[in-house]
Structures are given as structure tokens and as C-alpha cells.
């Protein structure tokens, strides 16, 4: 089968590695092509993409239109004949020949703009949570497959004693009205008036523009010797480095999905998230991780105080959670539910 992703845009984030992940594995049996629209892409991700995949970059400055761009990509489309065209922003329908070849969506999370998403064939949703809010605001039905992971690329946390330092990390981008690591270090804040911080060390892996916000934040609060911001790392950093922590923690206050969340699990790491869509559906209401209620700074403050203290209760769930991560988010189930879907597009055109 001939398949080919479009997306605009292709740096490090969750629906981008997701891409990465999902193409690698589909060039195992399959013809597969990406076209990336906008000028607006990491060489580094690029080289992570298997050299069976042949990428087109059309250098579209970000917002601009380009009539030749789009031309363009028209004439490759139809000298290409894919059998899929998979967009992953639903934009993007405006830059193919929908009305030539079988198109489907996928929609990556929840509060996206969506337009265009009327033209696609089928649309498919990462969570039930994103498929409720998609039903809710556009009223369109879509199939829900499941972001997977390579679960065995991902270094797994030994078995130790805990260590006198409580290491933390949250993993995203610096975008606190998204992902809310404001209430995160505000929740430090109230450990450490607790005489609990001590022991407890943040790192903040990513970039974005809340960058000087959140370090003014670190400055205000007094806890510039607890929160280390580390940039922006790539995935083989993150699935080798996971497992030096005691708890992931994502505090986000809008998210889909929550990709972080499942990288942890499989990397035998505890997991505490705010109890919104996504991420509570992926701890299962609290069954295979910790949540605070969302934007509560003193509940995550007692959340973590909690994990801390209770280190045996944690690890039985760190193992359990780790069990659900490998029986439901594994990389080739997600490739192999979309061959499915796929292939009935496909069906329903002869």
C-alpha cells in the first residue's frame, strides 16, 4: 500500500514523534511518504525517520500562502497516487485533492481548531476523550485509535531502595496555560513550607514560550537550588533517562492524550496527572497512576507528599501500571488498527 502522511509543522512534540513512530514501522511492509508543509521542522527528528520513508519538505513560510507551494504539493500527490492521504491537522485538507484520493484525519487532541474536517473520508481520535470533544463541537463520529509507543526502546527503572533525593521531571512544552507547570511549581512551594522539600529535586524537559515566566516563577518562589530546566531533548535521551526518576508528573490543564504519561509507565516510573480527559483516562481514574484535581495546586502539593511517603503502595502500582502500558499501547497495535483502517477506505471505493 502506498501511504502518505501530510502534517505543517514537524519539531518535537507529541503528535509529531507520534508520526516519526508510526512511519518507521509502517516502511516495514508498506511504500510511505511524508510531506511536510511549513518551514518549520528539527533536523534532528528528521534524522529518526527510517530511510525507507522519503520525505518532502515544501518550505511554506508559516502562515503565508503560497500558490506555487500549493501547486505543488497538488502535482506530487497525483505523480505519487497514494492509496491513503493521513493528514494529522485538519488544515491540511485544504493543501491535497481530497476529492482525487481517500483521506482520513487524525486529531490529536482536544480544543484543536478543526476546520475542514467535513471533507475527510474518516477521522480518527487518539482518546475517547479527544473522540467526546470532537463529537461535542463538530458533531462528527470518529474511530478511536490509541497513541502506541516502542515500549521495549525504553530503558525500565531497576528495582532500588529509594534514594534520600526524590527526583522529578515533567516532560512538555513550556506552554504553563496548557500543561500547567505553574501549578506544579507552586505545589513545590507549599512542600517546601512543609519541611518536605528538603528531599525533592523538579527537572523541566522541554522548550516553549513560558519559558521566562516559569524561570521568574523558580526566582519568586525560592527554588532555584529544587528546578533545573534542561532544554529541549530528544526521545533517545528521554527513553534512557526516564528510569533516573521517582515520579513523572503532568499537571496539564487541557490535554488529549498525554504521550509522556505512557513513555513513563513503560519506563516503570510512577505517574501523577491532573484528573482531566486524557490523562486520567490513561492512569485509568487512578487505577495505574496518582491525579490531583486539576489546577489545584494544594491537592498536587498532597499528592506528591502522599507518593513520597508511601513508597511500597507505589511500586506495586508503578509494576501494574507498566503491565497496562504493554497490553494496551503498544506501537504495533496502533500501526495495525490504522492498516485495518486503511484498508476498508480502500474497499469502499472498488
Not at 26 to 49: P, R
Not at 219 to 227: A, K, M, S, Y
Not at 230 to 246: C, M, N, Q, T, V
Request: glycine residues 6%.
Amino acid at each position: 500500500m502506498r501511504i502518505l502522511h501530510v502534517i505543517f509543522t514537524l519539531q518535537y512534540g507529541g503528535a509529531e514523534t507520534l508520526l516519526v513512530d508510526i512511519v518507521n514501522e509502517q516502511a516495514k511492509e508498506h511504500d510511505v511518504n511524508v510531506f511536510v508543509i511549513n518551514k518549520d521542522y528539527s533536523e534532528g527528528l528528521l534524522k529518526t525517520i527510517d530511510r525507507h520513508v522519503k520525505v518532502l519538505l515544501f518550505e511554506r513560510k508559516i502562515g503565508g500562502f503560497d500558490p506555487k507551494i500549493w501547486f505543488d504539493i497538488y502535482l506530487e500527490c497525483y505523480r505519487l497516487k497514494p492509496d491513503i492521504i493521513h493528514c494529522h491537522d485538519s488544515k491540511a485538507i485544504y493543501f491535497v485533492p481530497f476529492f482525487s484520493f481517500k483521506t482520513i484525519l487524525t486529531v490529536h487532541a482536544v480544543n484543536l481548531e478543526l476546520k475542514g474536517i467535513g471533507l475527510y473520508h474518516s477521522i480518527v481520535s487518539v482518546s475517547n476523550a479527544v473522540k467526546e470533544d470532537v463529537l461535542k463541537r463538530k458533531k462528527r463520529d470518529s474511530q478511536v485509535i490509541i497513541n502506541g509507543i516502542n515500549i521495549d526502546q525504553i530503558q525500565h527503572k531497576s528495582e532500588e531502595v529509594p534514594l534520600p533525593c526524590f527526583k522529578m521531571v515533567q516532560i512538555g512544552r513550556l506552554n504553563h496555560n496548557i500543561k500547567g507547570q505553574h501549578i506544579l511549581l507552586k505545589a513545590l512551594s507549599l512542600l517546601r513550607q512543609r519541611n518536605i522539600l528538603q528531599r525533592v529535586t523538579l527537572d523541566l524537559i522541554g522548550a516553549g514560550p513560558s519559558l521566562a515566566y516559569l524561570k521568574g516563577l523558580v526566582t519568586d518562589l525560592n527554588l532555584e537550588d529544587c528546578v533545573f530546566f534542561r532544554g529541549l531533548k530528544d526521545r533517545a535521551f528521554i527513553y534512557d533517562r526516564l528510569r533516573d526518576y521517582d515520579l513523572l508528573v503532568q499537571p496539564s490543564i487541557y490535554e488529549g492524550f498525554g504521550l509522556t504519561v505512557i513513555e513513563a509507565m513503560a519506563a516503570g516510573v510512577p505517574v501523577l496527572v491532573s484528573n482531566i480527559y486524557g490523562p486520567a483516562e490513561l492512569v485509568r481514574e487512578g487505577q495505574f497512576g496518582y491525579m490531583f484535581h486539576s489546577e489545584d495546586t494544594e491537592d498536587c502539593a498532597n499528592q506528591i507528599e502522599h507518593i513520597i511517603e508511601s513508597h511500597s503502595e507505589v511500586v506495586v502500582k508503578a509494576k501494574e501500571a507498566y503491565l497496562h502500558c504493554v497490553e494496551n499501547f503498544s506501537l504495533k497495535k496502533t500501526v495495525s488498527d490504522y492498516a485495518v483502517l486503511y484498508l476498508q477506505l480502500n474497499q469502499h471505493s472498488h
